[in-house]
């Protein structure tokens, strides 16, 4: 190597060493200007979240949530109340998988748990990225004493306690009362605003849901500070949660079990009794029924599930509130109609017949030969059809519809189950025309069998059984529709707002009761008093009716007592119940009336 070669290698190795130092400062100067910049962003920019974060590790939010409101009878007797339901939770974050090993198996060892069923609720919290997985549900207060014994050898699982409801009386009045049900993450999205937590309940249908806000309280709770093991070092700050308002219904709970008995050996049906005064309702109970156990179970069968979410019998579907063929029990509309309009008078008399034609249609007597000639009271007595044909063909479809809309149908009644009631239907010419909810407009004209079918409660006629319990008052009250309610809470019911004077003639008025009397003294409604000497003065109708959708006949009997000044309407019915009102419907409103004549003795 030549001596130029030398001296430039020399003069590099100087130069490179003469600035070492400046590239070991630069290579500081940036490693603290990250820092610098790093130290910046989390306690300037960013000191907020990560004194957040820092909190959240030594701080533990202890959530205790408020007790639901109990609903009460009227004499303050307990219909739904709650207890405890103990959940056995894992914190996954604070086991690992080998772990969790050992203490399934001691978990199954000591609770009698099998290990299969905690691997399979283990499996899916993990799927779910779950951040406390429910290992088992309802444990018994046995398990968690033995729990509690051994919690110390149990780190990352816990004992969770919550507040479920509890039903004394098991499914009475189920579709009333409603259910509660884990809030979803969705509601928790939109509700989480108003106080509720994830693991919240809420009212899901009936009364539970129309008074929800009353019922639920406020979520309180204790503030801990713990250790970095998870320890509890100190609490600082308790806030005790707000219980939930009892409810105080209109249900009477001797006449409600009164209701289920009288229904008990029925297939389906319902019953409700109310005061015609002030639209209070005594009882109100539908068959089939369903347990609202079932949503508090923590895993039901599957066929505890089919049979209450896919049976062909609707369990979750209020009789009471959905609409059927009313028969006979109609026949108030009828004379209704044929009075207001002034085309059939109080007084008018008509000869009945073996059967009237209709369009292509003979429409028979009950009795297949005719009654002669009669007069309303008699008519609503032996339950005249061919009677009825004539007032109500006579008087017109929309006289019909104008009486019907004065009793309440074709409306809602203004109960507080919104949700479950159906509107129910009264057909009428305009209703035709414009397609009968199903068809085109124009394309399905209203027919003479129409309206005869629709004079004896038939085919284009639906109604609910608190509708027409609605209708009856009005005839028990001396001429007031009042509006039906499960609580009376605050609310005047006596007020115009809820209690309107029906715009009918006190001739009209008078001379329906007076038939309805008559059923019982001495027409299809005699039974009514059978077993019952001191029962007071009754009036109501029998009916029976086809079902339109293809099924067996309904039974149904309507009837109010005392006579004269009424402070009970009953209104029966028979699902598919072949062989008429007064066999199988007026018995069920007996037993209703002897409950209510006992409860009126012991006052």
Same mark, same amino acid.
């Given at each position: ?38 130290? =910046? #962003? @989390? ?105 509690? *014994? ?25 579709? /009333? ?21 994830? %693991? ?11 008074? *929800? ?24 700050? =308790? ?50 029924? =369903? $347990? ?5 179970? !923590?895993?039901?069968?599957?066929? *505890? ?6 049976? $062909? ?22 004379? @209704? ?9 109080? %007084? ?61 149908? $074709? *409306? ?75 609580? $009376? ?36 409604? @005699?039974?009514? %008093? ?5 029962? !007071? ?18 039974? #149904? ?15 029966? =019915? ?7 009102? /007064? ?21």
């Amino acid at each position: 190597m030549s001596l130029k070669n030398k001296s430039f290698q020399f003069q590099n190795t100087k130069i490179r060493l003469i600035n070492q130092p400046g590239v070991l400062f630069f290579i500081i100067l940036i490693f603290f200007t990250s820092i610098v910049g790093r130290l =910046f #962003w @989390m306690q300037i920019l960013n000191g907020s979240y990560y004194r957040k974060l820092s909190d959240e590790n030594r701080i533990r939010l202890i959530s205790k949530a408020p007790i639901r409101g109990r609903l009460l009878d009227r004499n303050k007797k307990v219909l739904v109340d709650n207890r405890f339901l103990y959940s056995l939770v894992l914190q996954p974050r604070l086991v690992n998988s080998k772990r969790w090993l050992i203490l399934r198996d001691r978990l199954s060892s000591l609770l009698n748990i099998s290990p299969d069923s905690l691997e399979l609720a283990y499996t899916k919290g993990l799927t779910k990225k779950d951040l406390r997985i429910v290992l088992a549900r309802d444990i018994t207060h046995e398990n968690v004493l033995r729990f509690k *014994e051994q919690e110390r050898h149990l780190k990352g699982v816990q004992i969770n306690e919550e507040l479920v409801r509890y039903y004394p009386f098991n499914s009475l009045a189920s579709h /009333s009362f409603g259910y509660t049900q884990l809030i979803t993450r969705n509601e928790y999205k939109r509700l989480s605003e108003k106080g509720y937590e994830l %693991n919240d309940r809420i009212g899901r249908s009936g009364l539970e849901a129309a008074f *929800e806000s009353h019922l639920r309280g406020e979520w309180g709770g204790e503030m801990l500070e713990v250790d970095s093991t998870g320890v509890v070092q100190s609490s600082l700050g =308790f806030k005790l949660p707000k219980a939930g308002k009892d409810l105080v219904l209109t249900i009477d709970l001797r006449l409600q079990l009164a209701a289920e008995r009288a229904l008990k050996d029925k297939t389906g049906g319902a019953i409700v009794a109310l005061d015609p005064r002030t639209g209070a309702i005594r009882a109100i109970a539908s068959k089939p029924t =369903f $347990d609202p156990d079932f949503f508090v179970k !923590p895993s039901p069968s599957k066929k *505890e599930y089919d049979q209450l979410f896919l049976s $062909d019998e609707l369990p979750l579907m209020s009789r009471a509130l959905n609409a059927y063929d009313p028969g006979s029990t109609w026949k108030i509309v009828t004379g @209704m109609a044929g009075m207001e309009t002034g085309k059939f008078p109080p %007084n008018i008399e008509l000869e009945t017949a073996k059967c009237i034609q209709y369009g292509g249609h003979c429409f028979p007597e009950h009795n297949k030969k005719g009654f002669g000639i009669l007069g309303y009271e008699d008519a609503y007595r032996i339950s005249s059809n061919t009677f009825f044909y004539q007032v109500g063909v006579g008087s017109g479809s929309i006289a019909l519809y104008d009486a019907a809309r004065k009793l309440g149908f $074709d *409306e809602f009644t203004g109960i507080e189950l919104l949700l479950e009631e159906t509107k129910g239907l009264v057909g009428n010419e305009l209703w035709a025309k414009q397609g009968r909810g199903w068809g085109k407009p124009g394309e399905t004209p209203w027919l003479p069998e129409d309206i005869a079918s629709a004079s004896i409660g038939q085919s284009v006629v639906q109604v609910t059984p608190l509708q027409l319990a609605r209708a009856y008052a009005v005839f028990a009250n001396q001429g007031y529709l009042i509006t039906p309610h499960l609580v $009376d809470g605050d609310v005047d019911w006596m007020a115009t707002e809820y209690r309107q004077k029906v715009d009918i003639k006190k001739s009209t008025l008078q001379t329906i009761r007076n038939g309805l009397r008559q059923v019982v003294q001495r027409g299809t409604g @005699m039974r009514i %008093n059978y077993n019952l000497p001191n029962l !007071p003065p009754v009036a109501g109708k029998t009916g029976t009716a086809e079902d339109s959708s293809g099924g067996s006949d309904h039974a #149904w009997f309507a009837c109010f007592a005392p006579y004269e000044d009424s402070e009970i309407v009953v209104v029966a =019915f028979a699902q598919n119940t072949p062989g008429g009102g /007064s066999v199988h419907a007026l018995p069920m409103a007996r037993q209703m009336l002897e409950v209510w004549q006992l409860i009126n003795a012991d006052k």
